[in-house]
């Protein structure tokens, strides 16, 4: 398996997806962890539901667009009760994270688990575990 964690520092999606499938041995597969969904300060209302399918995310396209077959594990549930969790810890650590001069950590992973839970409020929100193969 190749593993991709992030998406987050991927400037040009069917560059990588190009150069990761390149790099797969024979019947090798690709796994990628990817998160999709609405952002929070945009408007929910006009969220393009569709591209939620996992064919329809960018991802899904990027992959499909290269000839890859690609199936999907769902890890939305799971990722929004993490979630939840994050948001728990957070409040109960903020002090220590202040004390330790790592506010802007504190800040920056709360942001992100209140975002996550907003978008999961909204039903707007996906996580996706990707496993995909050049196709036979």
């Given at each position: 398996?190749?593993?991709?964690?992030?998406?987050?520092?991927?400037?040009?999606?069917?560059?990588?997806?190009?150069?990761?499938?390149?790099?797969?041995?024979?019947?090798?597969?690709?796994?990628?962890?990817?998160?999709?969904?609405?952002?929070?300060?945009?408007?929910?209302?006009?969220?393009?539901?569709?591209?939620?399918?996992?064919?329809?995310?960018?991802?899904?396209?990027?992959?499909?667009?290269?000839?890859?077959?690609?199936?999907?594990?769902?890890?939305?549930?799971?990722?929004?009760?993490?979630?939840?969790v994050r948001r728990a810890a957070?409040?109960?650590?903020?002090?220590?994270?202040?004390?330790?001069?790592?506010?802007?950590?504190?800040?920056?992973?709360?942001?992100?688990?209140?975002?996550?839970?907003?978008?999961?409020?909204?039903?707007?929100?996906?996580?996706?575990?990707?496993?995909?193969?050049?196709?036979?």
């Amino acid at each position: 398996y190749g593993l991709v964690g992030s998406e987050m520092c991927i400037r040009d999606r069917a560059r990588t997806v190009g150069e990761l499938a390149a790099a797969l041995k024979p019947a090798g597969r690709m796994a990628i962890y990817y998160t999709y969904g609405w952002e929070p300060g945009t408007d929910a209302e006009t969220f393009p539901v569709e591209t939620l399918a996992p064919g329809r995310t960018p991802l899904g396209e990027t992959l499909e667009a290269r000839g890859l077959a690609f199936h999907t594990q769902d890890m939305t549930s799971a990722e929004c009760r993490l979630a939840g969790v994050r948001r728990a810890a957070l409040e109960e650590l903020e002090a220590a994270f202040e004390a330790d001069g790592l506010r802007f950590v504190w800040e920056n992973r709360m942001g992100e688990a209140q975002g996550i839970a907003q978008g999961c409020a909204l039903r707007l929100f996906r996580r996706y575990l990707y496993l995909a193969t050049e196709k036979m």
